[in-house]
């Protein structure tokens, strides 16, 4: 039993799986919703950055979670989330970092949960179950 339960790669895949494809239906969600990018280039232009940055969420939340998702250069992808989320966090979401919400938990729980899975990605790699396994 301890055998079946001792098993590194598929627990990379499951990891590489759940927060790819999670994260990947927020990015499908922008495309399928442009407006959200231009709200995002305001946000980037109020705290001095150049607002055709937020075109990188594109690439933070469609083509990073894909590489995750299929293994194909997947620490680089997950470097890419966790830059995204960085941003994001600190953007969008500064004045919840320290908040919980009215059931105890953290406010930023889940993006909380893709910045770290990423990170943990980054540490971890593809694992056996990847088209390019690093």
Request: with cysteine; glycine share 14%.
């Amino acid at each position: 039993m301890n055998e079946l339960l001792n098993n590194n790669a598929l627990g990379k895949l499951i990891l590489r799986l759940t927060v790819g494809i999670l994260l990947l239906l927020h990015g499908i969600a922008k495309i399928m919703n442009p407006g959200t990018v231009d709200f995002i280039g305001g946000s980037l232009a109020g705290s001095g950055l150049p607002s055709f940055l937020a075109y990188g969420v594109y690439i933070g939340e469609v083509i990073a979670p894909l590489m995750i998702i299929l293994g194909i250069f997947c620490r680089y992808g997950a470097i890419i989330v966790v830059i995204n989320m960085v941003f994001a966090i600190f953007l969008m979401h500064s004045g919840e970092l320290f908040a919980l919400t009215d059931h105890g938990g953290w406010r930023l729980e889940l993006q909380g949960f893709y910045l770290f899975g990423a990170l943990a990605i980054v540490f971890l790699g593809s694992g056996r179950q990847a088209i390019k396994p690093d």
